[in-house]
């Protein structure tokens, strides 16, 4: 095999690529998946994309400030769709626990803030037309399995993690009715980790981390202080 082949959905190298795992599933929830431009530049299959590959409802939209994106508002000013974000806060609808009778016999389509948590902010903060939308969020019942990320608070959570625990929780409740691949959003989730470990471990390639004796584990981290001042989330 040409290790130099690449593939032409991800554009990583054939021999690290992920693609043939995916099983693509559809869903009655339409996703749009706002993307930071940093997410997108950086990361060639980061957990936005990985999503946008496996959700056959959903398109993916970069920016950081989506008042004047005319795609987006027009989506939102469509009048068969009920627009959504999925974003926590004190005023959102809760679709572990709520009354989602809002929900039933509507086109749902909820947007999705695709960055860092910092970026994530920024871009709810410029964005007045996606602020301004009525917002869901769920309760988790376990914290993040992406290892190889350091959260900012337990209830954070990576974008395909949340969208899946979002979807199982609308199945349970009666909204979704949910393909069996959608099992396959975290088996893939798991494999990119399991990459970018084992990455992270190898002291041939310009990703190994010297200084830190490869990848460290969770618990052997410390949790940088300022979150313990700065706010997470736009209000």
Known sequence: MDYEIKCYICFRKKINCLCHLIKPFDTNIQ??????????????LGTGRMTKSILKNSKLIMGVDFSLDEEVNSIIQ?????????????????????????????????????????????????????????????????????????????????????????????????IEQLDPNHLNMLDVFKAMIAFQIKCANDPSIPSFRPNGGGYSKKEDRIKAKKWEKRKILHT
């Open 78 to 174: 469509n009048k068969e769709n009920s627009c959504y974000v999925l974003y926590p806060g004190v005023a959102t609808l809760n679709v572990s626990s709520d009354d989602l009778t809002p929900l039933e016999n509507k086109k749902i389509v909820l947007f999705v803030i695709d960055g860092t948590w910092p970026c994530a902010k920024k871009m709810m903060k410029l964005s007045s037309n996606i602020n301004t939308l009525p917002r869901i969020s769920f309760t988790a019942n376990h914290q993040s399995i992406f290892e190889i990320k350091e959260q900012p608070a337990d209830y954070c959570l990576s974008t395909i993690e949340s969208i899946h625990f979002f979807l199982s929780e609308c199945e349970r409740r009666g």
């Open 31 to 44: 996703f749009v998946i706002l993307i930071h431009p940093m997410e997108a530049k950086k990361e060639k």
